[in-house]
């Protein structure tokens, strides 16, 4: 490996990602940010460090420096969008866009990219009319045409399916797997629209195929991960010694697979007063956590058993508390629905044994399904195969179970489906366990139904005979299933 050079002013954030050390990249990141170093365009490298590393605050400071230092380039502004939507914040991310439009109307990049952060802020009408101008410019635009399938509806016979449907027919080698599947994704949306579900099927099936070409999945490092979470923290820690950690009841988390509604959740509990919520795709907790990476079941049980002032346990916790402050500010509660809430539950619940912790279950044949026919953005690798999706789905429920055996009481479990029937009742119980304002939450809950309600209970009907291969994999995983 070849080391940075000394003289570099970015060698110690070199250094961090060398070690693969997230706590040591966004101290390396925030020591750049806060100096007074002209680094121009290199702050794209200090603002792409600290997305992997998942330090939202910084990744905005770098970005600002990057617009500051290298105005006159638009990439800077597309940086500093992108650092905005990281942190949720799609509003101030379409102001930073909007200037670059308005100089490059026909831009199809920049309309893609203005069209995501509409579909965010649920303005679909907008968001089809930006898509519609990135197709104008390339008929086989695979993200154009998927953007353009979340913002409408289709109707039978249309122009759009149509010309959807010959730019599928139309690519060729020259297209890459991705691209191929991206299009079939949305036909299959297409074709759920207009009812024709045998169709739709089809094409998930012929999209996930070219989609995993392009993004391989390794199952076994990934069981191996859990296996080792699992081995550190054991059942001899249940009822430890609370008094480690750090003393805070405002962090809420939400554990959940996709397509189990954990974000539409956090908005609707969000809408109490001074409440916020942490976008989905935030790593947070897993940065503030990385500390407790070099520390063995013996470590932490030895902290637990003598803990004193300034151990690791309390540091973890203060720093995850400092970072979500600096996104949310002074709210009286949070919700942090991250993806990565099954991987931390074990540190998050003896750094922080005041919080608390939603799971939410659904029926493993709609799950996986609904998994299966979405093409998930940000990287989820193992959702294009029906064996990766229930084996990655089982270590989910046994990475719950585990925190749910070790932190008693600190539990409430939800199903799916009893949020889409019942949902006024079923949110004002969340809300309750949480310590949130239940009338605000239920209003908030009506007005969003619609978003819930497109992932119906039962969808992994509407798949006809391609449901089979994902019972079977589920079956293999180890669920038991009803009529199985």
Not at 331 to 359: H, K, Q, T, Y
Request: glycine share 8%.
């Amino acid at each position: 490996m070849l080391q940075p050079r000394q003289d570099d002013p970015l060698a110690a954030l070199q250094q961090a990602v060398a070690h693969e050390d997230l706590q040591a990249m966004s101290q390396a990141g925030r020591a750049l940010v806060m100096s007074q170093a002209k680094l121009g365009p290199r702050w794209s490298e200090v603002a792409g460090v600290m997305n992997e590393a998942g330090d939202i605050a910084c990744l905005l400071g770098a970005c600002h420096k990057l617009v500051e230092q290298v105005p006159d380039d638009p990439q800077s502004y597309v940086w500093l969008a992108s650092a905005y939507a990281k942190g949720g914040d799609h509003r101030s991310a379409l102001q930073t866009l909007q200037p670059l439009l308005k100089a490059s109307p026909r831009d199809p990049g920049l309309n893609r990219r203005v069209g995501r952060i509409l579909l965010d802020l649920g303005l679909k009408e907008e968001a089809e009319i930006v898509f519609r101008t990135a197709l104008d410019a390339n008929g086989l635009d695979a993200l154009a045409w998927e953007g353009l399938s979340r913002a409408v509806t289709f109707q039978p016979g249309s122009d759009d399916l149509a010309e959807l449907e010959q730019a599928r027919i139309s690519a060729n080698e020259d297209i890459s797997s991705r691209d191929r599947g991206i299009l079939s994704y949305a036909l299959a949306k297409a074709y759920e629209d207009i009812g024709e579900f045998d169709i739709a099927s089809r094409r998930v099936a012929e999209a996930a195929a070219f989609y995993r070409a392009s993004a391989p999945f390794d199952m076994d490092q990934h069981q191996e991960g859990v296996r080792r979470i699992l081995e550190v923290y054991d059942s001899s820690f249940t009822g430890a010694n609370q008094e480690a950690g750090l003393i805070d009841s405002r962090p809420v988390f939400i554990m959940a697979p996709p397509s189990c509604g954990a974000s539409w959740l956090a908005s609707v509990l969000a809408a109490a007063p001074a409440v916020g919520a942490l976008p989905r795709n935030n790593s947070l907790f897993w940065m503030s956590g990385s500390p407790l990476g070099d520390q063995s079941r013996e470590h932490i049980h030895a902290v637990l058993e003598a803990p004193r002032e300034g151990n690791v346990l309390t540091g973890v916790g203060m720093d995850y508390l400092t970072y979500t402050q600096e996104i949310l500010g002074d709210v009286r509660r949070w919700i942090d629905p991250s993806s990565l809430n099954e991987m931390s539950g074990g540190a998050i619940g003896l750094c922080l044994p005041a919080a608390r912790f939603v799971r939410i279950r659904r029926d493993p044949l709609d799950q996986a399904w609904s998994i299966l026919k979405t093409r998930f953005v940000r990287a989820r690798h193992w959702t294009y195969h029906p064996d990766d999706i229930a084996r990655v789905l089982a270590l989910h429920n046994r990475l719950v179970e585990r925190w749910e055996q070790l932190f008693p009481g600190r539990f409430l479990t939800v199903r799916y489906e009893d949020l889409l029937a019942d949902p006024e009742n079923e949110v004002r119980r969340i809300a309750f366990f949480a310590g949130i304002d239940a009338d605000a939450v239920t209003a908030a809950a009506a007005q969003r139904m619609k978003a819930l309600e497109g992932d119906p209970a039962g969808v992994h009907e509407l798949a006809g005979k391609r449901i089979e291969p994902v019972r079977e994999a589920l079956i293999r995983a180890g669920f038991t299933l009803g009529g199985a």
